[in-house]
């Protein structure tokens, strides 16, 4: 497994790396980073799928995302989005499996201006 640490001051914490292999033993193509929120974050590929995990300082899983289409999302959420945001263009769709919240779908839209 190659790593690729994008912030060259800060090296990835063995415990975390270790956190991280444990929970995805066959991810590959991993960058690490250090993101907005302070967590490490690994983005990586599993099964030809892109995700992007983070973890505390302290090897602490936080949440893992990945891209997804508006097709996947739940019907549920398909009809809500059409209802409430018919007439908003949507950037990106994110399937989030969190250690706090659960599962979650993260919509977001393009604004103007942004």
């Known amino acids: ?12 914490p063995d415990e975390v790396e270790e ?12 960058e690490w980073e250090v993101d907005s ?7 990586f590929e ?3 799928t892109d995700y992007r995990a983070d973890f505390t300082t302290d ?6 995302e990945t891209s997804i289409e508006f097709e996947d999302l ?17 950037s990106e769709i994110e399937k989030v499996d969190s250690s706090m919240r659960g599962q979650f ?8 201006g942004k």
Do not use: C
């Open 1 to 12: 497994m190659h790593f690729l640490l994008l912030h060259a001051a800060f090296a990835v």
């Open 59 to 64: 090897a602490v899983w936080v949440e893992t």
């Open 74 to 90: 739940p019907d549920a959420v398909k009809v809500a989005v059409r209802e409430l945001y018919k007439d908003d263009e949507i």
């Open 46 to 48: 599993d099964d030809g």
């Open 19 to 30: 956190a991280f292999k444990k929970q995805y033993p066959n991810a590959t193509e991993v």
């Open 105 to 112: 779908f993260d919509v977001e839209f393009k604004r103007p």
């Open 37 to 43: 929120n302070g967590y490490w974050e690994a983005s």
